[in-house]
């Protein structure tokens, strides 16, 4: 004769998912029993002249006009800035001839920026004033056509 499949801990499991299954029920019509029964006008918010939701309506001597033609959507165009001198002017602060690379201090803004070998057009040495251009590199501002002064 064979034996039930069913064991004593599959019967407990089952009796506890039951028994959940039984409070969660209750729980559910408790909560629809204690329910205020919402109103439309409880449930509604206003934001007010500051942009801060309140229960309350709004003062409608505070309400501002707004023109829909004066909101801008989207970036506003870039207006017309003054050239500046691409030439800026600075000191060598460090350059090794056999790497072929160094770094030169910008004289306004105390900024160092990248230079290389071939960005040359005279030889220079470390503390030699130069001017020089800028170009966008792969890490950052190159110092580029760079001349002793």
Known sequence: MARSQQTFGKKEKEKKRLKK???KAKRKIERKANSKGGEFEDMIAY??????LTDTPPDPTKKVKVDAESIVIGIPKKE???EEDPVRNGKVSFF???KGFGFIID???NEKY???VSGLIDEISEND???YELERGMKGMNAVRVKRI
């Not at 934001?47 to 801060?52: I, K, M």
């Open 21 to 23: 299954r039984e409070e």
């Open 47 to 52: 934001v007010d002249e500051n942009g801060h």
């Open 80 to 82: 017309e800035m003054e």
């Open 96 to 98: 090794d001839t056999s």
């Open 107 to 109: 004289a306004e803004n």
């Open 114 to 116: 990248f230079v290389h």
């Open 129 to 131: 004033k130069v001017s």
